[in-house]
């Protein structure tokens, strides 16, 4: 139970983000979340869009570098310490977070969280025990 | 056992090579003297005669020949032969300007192609060989050369010419070719077909390959031999001097050895002219003394490299020159450490990313500086942005240990470095001198 993201390849300069977004928007790309890391050189813009095989030719054509990465997606429970309680999952299953973002779920349903995590299966099986609700790419389609 | 194609002169002694060289050069003078006034006057502009040169020791007196000059001279301002004594042109591809044309008596192709077959016989190469030469044919010396030697040793020789790589990979695989002569990257390009078409170096016959006509590097020689299975042989050649052959590598792969009968070669530091001894890093400079039609003395190539009369195990006793570490016209002077772009290049493909870079070079605080831009790659690039970082310091740290200073390395994206007619501008210097 994965969502794909995809990681964009940007130079650290004015402009560059903007660019990109606007290729992506321009080309309908519908995009669910958006988050992005960056050193004082360049930047990593992360995407989770609907459909990342359309999304991904967009930024080959437009020359972007840019890699798909399967990562974990799970429905945060909107009650105190929801976050807590995933991340202990994890941390009791022994898996470590490299990076993670948040981003807006269903209106029932609140917060998604997306995680990159070193073992996905064991993440996977990590989270479902503690009884956290997994979304699946295919979710993302609907 | 190390054979040659003429044992008496590539194992000569020292004695002998200088008494060779002392007699051809002073005949040599004399006839551009006679026979070239463009050459005739440079020598008098610096209050030379032939009578001044007497042996190798008086080489550094005649003064020097630049491309420029063969520019100026174009078409026939430097052919020291009536053109009824002439057989053949060759021609430099000119990437800036006029075309350079050489010209050929047969007593000069004739020594041209036995250059050429030293070199084929140096690869392993024998009349039992079938010898493919995929140079281009034509005005480029290349294919000429190659094949004329190939015929001197007495191998069956596949004229393909380069292009049409499958039925290249047909005739070497149909007619069991055991040598391939072309450029490196054809080679290169000729290995990844194989590669992908599912042969194993052992389903392809080729044993050596002789390749030239273009910078290569190490890490180049070794993928080439690895994925065609091939002892790979470089060689080393100038259109203006005759084409490839003017010197070659031997079994030992360290260094090519200067056909030192018909070719006396020097190293000078570019700036002074000054010549420099074995080991130092400098400009070569050629001077033919057995060509007829086009004979060019101290002929400056650019080309950056070293020379090491070190005594070769292969037995040839000939002066060795290294592989070319780029041009005069490409050279840097940053922070004082002479810097080639064809080193960045090398560093990047050693870590396996492509060849896309620029170095801009500024001056800040009285100080250089270096930024090596490198256009990000697919290979180069992941989700992790740590992962990223620590792949640009592998380029700083192997900039560090190649180039001996530390230069800034900004990852770029793809195609932004600007290109001019299809080739990325390698250098910007923006120092204020
Ligand atoms: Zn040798």
Redesign the interface.
Known sequence: MNVNQISVFLENRPGSLLAMVRVLAEKGVDMRAFSLAETSEFGIARVIVRDVEAASAVLREAGYVHSVTPLIAAAIPDTPGGLEQTLSALNDAGVNVEYMYAFVGSRQEGAYMVFRVTDNDKACEALSGAGVRLVSQEELEQ | MERYYQPEIETASREQLTAWQNERLVRQVKHVWDNVPYYRKKMEEKGLTPDDIRGVEDLGKLPFLSKADLREAYPYGLLAEPLKNCVRIQSTSGTTGKRVVAFYTQADIDLWEDCCARAIVAAGGSDEDVCQVSYGYGLFTGGPGLNGGSHKVGCLTIPTSSGNTERQIMFIRDLNATILCCTPSYAAYIAETMKEMGLTPDEIPLKAGIFGAEAWSEEMRRDVEKTLGIKAFDIYGLTELSGPGVSFECSAQTGMHINEDHFIAEVIDPETGEVLPDGEQGELVFTSITKQAFPLLRYRTRDICTLSHEKCPCGRTHVKMSKPRGRTDDMLIIRGVNVFPSQVETVLLNLGYGANYQLVVDRVNHTDTLDVLVE???E??????GE??RR?KQIVEGLRSMLGLTAKV???????IARSEGKAVRVIDRRKI
């Open positions: 990000m790659t697919p180069m690039f992941t989700d992790n942005l990223v970082s640009q900004t990852l770029v994206a793809p195609k932004s």
